[in-house]
Each structure stands twice: as structure tokens, then as C-alpha cells.
């Protein structure tokens, strides 16, 4: 009975493991997927709000709403500094990067030059095309995700197959037995 109990306890515990496995990686897929899209939308949010509030302050030359740029400024580099521990990636790096620049430039001119200036005014049309990096990180971002899940189904079919060849083998070797 042991000899035949041994090879079904080790295929059990074979099974559990690959299983085990499978979902750590899809739970990990989905955990990263749901926070990587939640620091996108909140890119596109952010961005939005740092142009208007420089817009803002360009025209009416209020000092809170310098104080109001420097809390959506924090945010934006927060969110960028999320979605970069997320992007490993060298192209997805690249526009992190070039949004950073640029909300960096729009920063200096807000805090270095007069309301209605004109510096404010070429870095604010400059940051404009921050929209299109962010675009950019949507993509690239989406493109990471749907990478992993083909990996995942790809790991997922080849444990099933595993896990078949394994129990066929092990059928006959239990009644050999």
C-alpha cells in the first residue's frame, strides 16, 4: 500500500505546488495591472490639473495657486515614481522620464518668471504635449500588462499539459505496482 500511496502523495503534492504557483503570478499580474492603470488615469488627471493651475496662475498671478501647482507637481512625480517601480521597461522609463522633464520646466518658469510672462506661457504650450507621453505610458503600460497575461496562459497551458503527462504516466505505473 505504501508503494502504491507514495507516487499519487508525490502527484498531489506536484499539483499543488504548480497550482500555488500559477496563482501567486496571476494574483501578482492583477494586483500590478489594477495599479499601474490607477497611476495612468491618475497621470492624465494630474497633468490636466498642473496646466490649468499654471494657466491659472499665469493670468489672474495669485499666489496660492502657486501653492496649488506644487501639491498637483507632488502628486504627478509621485505617480510617475509609481508607475516607474511598475515599468521596468526602457521605452516606458524614457516617457516617465520626458513627462518629469517637462513638468520640471513648466515648474521653473511658474516659480522663476512674472504672471503673464512669456516663458510661462512657451512652457506651458510645451507641457501640452505632456498629454501625448502620458498617451504613451497608457499604452506602453497596457502593452506590459497584456504581455504578462500571454506569459500567464502560456505557464498556465504548459502546467495543465505537465500535470496530464503526469497523471497518464502515473496511472499505469500505479497499477504496474
Given at each position: 500500500?505504501?508503494?502504491?500511496?507514495?507516487?499519487?502523495?508525490?502527484?498531489?503534492?506536484?499539483?499543488?505546488?504548480?497550482?500555488?504557483?500559477?496563482?501567486?503570478?496571476?494574483?501578482?499580474?492583477?494586483?500590478?495591472?489594477?495599479?499601474?492603470?490607477?497611476?495612468t488615469?491618475?497621470?492624465?488627471?494630474?497633468?490636466?490639473?498642473l496646466?490649468?493651475?499654471a494657466?491659472l496662475?499665469?493670468?489672474?498671478?495669485?499666489?496660492?495657486?502657486?501653492?496649488?501647482?506644487?501639491?498637483?507637481?507632488?502628486?504627478?512625480?509621485?505617480?510617475?515614481?509609481a508607475?516607474?517601480?511598475?515599468?521596468?521597461?526602457?521605452?516606458?522609463?524614457?516617457?516617465?522620464q520626458?513627462?518629469?522633464?517637462s513638468?520640471?520646466?513648466?515648474?521653473?518658469?511658474?516659480?522663476?518668471?512674472?504672471?503673464?510672462?512669456?516663458?510661462?506661457?512657451r512652457?506651458?504650450?510645451?507641457?501640452?504635449?505632456?498629454?501625448?507621453?502620458?498617451?504613451?505610458?497608457?499604452?506602453?503600460?497596457?502593452?506590459t500588462?497584456?504581455?504578462?497575461l500571454?506569459?500567464?496562459?502560456?505557464?498556465a497551458?504548459?502546467?495543465?499539459?505537465?500535470?496530464?503527462?503526469?497523471?497518464?504516466?502515473?496511472?499505469?505505473?500505479?497499477?504496474?505496482?
Amino acid at each position: 500500500f505504501a508503494l502504491v500511496t507514495v507516487p499519487l502523495l508525490v502527484a498531489v503534492v506536484n499539483a499543488t505546488v504548480q497550482m500555488r504557483r500559477l496563482a501567486q503570478q496571476s494574483e501578482a499580474l492583477v494586483v500590478n495591472g489594477v495599479e499601474a492603470t490607477r497611476h495612468t488615469q491618475d497621470l492624465f488627471q494630474q497633468t490636466t490639473a498642473l496646466e490649468r493651475t499654471a494657466r491659472l496662475f499665469n493670468v489672474l498671478g495669485d499666489a496660492n495657486l502657486k501653492e496649488v501647482f506644487a501639491q498637483n507637481l507632488e502628486a504627478l512625480n509621485g505617480s510617475l515614481a509609481a508607475l516607474e517601480r511598475l515599468e521596468p521597461e526602457a521605452p516606458t522609463r524614457a516617457l516617465l522620464q520626458s513627462a518629469r522633464d517637462s513638468a520640471a520646466t513648466l515648474d521653473g518658469a511658474v516659480a522663476g518668471d512674472k504672471p503673464g510672462s512669456a516663458a510661462i506661457g512657451r512652457a506651458i504650450e510645451t507641457f501640452v504635449g505632456v498629454n501625448d507621453v502620458v498617451v504613451g505610458i497608457g499604452e506602453r503600460t497596457s502593452a506590459t500588462i497584456d504581455a504578462e497575461l500571454g506569459s500567464l496562459k502560456i505557464a498556465a497551458v504548459e502546467t495543465q499539459r505537465r500535470l496530464f503527462w503526469q497523471a497518464a504516466a502515473l496511472v499505469p505505473g500505479t497499477a504496474l505496482i
